[in-house]
């Protein structure tokens, strides 16, 4: 299984500055059909989770452009580039290269 | 709006089973493939199931291999999950969630408790 490693666990931002995660994998998340299959979820309190980031950069329908995606292979990254009252919640990377599909432990982020 | 609805949770004994549906509303429901993913209380997320469009293919974590069954009905824009031998470590809510690679809908979630 690619076990999917999040730091750090928890992150207090200040409002306006930006903030970043980091998410590295067990295994390369590049398939054999050249796309990556790296994706960044936030779950805020109370609510499922809400896709954000998918395929490593690609902001989900929605989302604002403060919130970007970097990476490849074993080693990604979420960024805010102005962190908003509203981003507080616990973000997850998920991999869907390979069966069975994986999650971060998790990042909590605090205001 | 695009929309799913889990439902069937509840209290169960250890040992006991429990089935969950989810309806699904809005979107071609038949076209996509979906899963199952459980969060334990205070835990983090865990995917448990998929099923194929067609309901042709599925696949399960190694955690509930043998005791829970995912299937679906494209007539009636729903999916199930038949758990069985359920034990302490399946409490969780457990979500309902379209797959394209990724989870783009999610559903609001049932608990399921599992105690004695």
């Known amino acids: 299984d690619i076990v999917m490693t999040q730091t750090p666990l928890s992150l207090s931002v200040t409002p306006g500055q930006p903030a970043s995660i980091s998410c590295k994998s067990s295994?390369?998340?590049?398939?054999?059909?050249?796309?990556?299959?790296l994706y960044w979820y936030l779950q805020k309190p109370g609510q499922p989770p809400q896709l954000l980031i998918y395929?490593?950069?690609k902001r989900f329908s929605g989302v604002p452009d403060r919130f970007s995606g970097s990476g490849s292979g074993t080693d990604f990254t979420l960024k805010i580039s102005r962190v908003e009252a509203e981003d507080v919640g616990i973000y997850y990377c998920m991999q869907s290269t390979q069966l069975p599909l994986t999650f971060g432990g998790g990042t909590k982020v605090d205001i | 709006q695009v929309q799913l609805v889990e439902s069937g949770g509840g209290l169960v004994k250890p040992g006991g089973s429990l089935r969950l549906s989810c309806a699904a509303s809005?979107?071609?429901?038949?076209?996509?493939?979906m899963s199952w993913i459980r969060q334990a209380p205070g835990k983090g997320l865990e995917w448990i199931s998929y099923i194929s469009s067609s309901g042709s293919a599925v696949s399960y974590a190694d955690s509930v291999k043998g005791r829970f069954t995912v299937s679906r009905d494209n007539a009636k824009n729903s999916l199930y999950l038949q758990m069985n031998s359920l034990s302490a470590e399946d409490t969780a809510v457990y979500y309902c969630a379209r797959y394209t690679r990724a989870f783009d809908i999610w559903g609001q979630g049932t608990m399921v408790t599992v105690s004695s």
């Open positions: 395929e490593v950069s």
């Open positions: 809005v979107f071609s429901f038949n076209d996509f493939s």
């Open positions: 295994q390369s998340l590049l398939h054999s059909d050249a796309k990556t299959y």
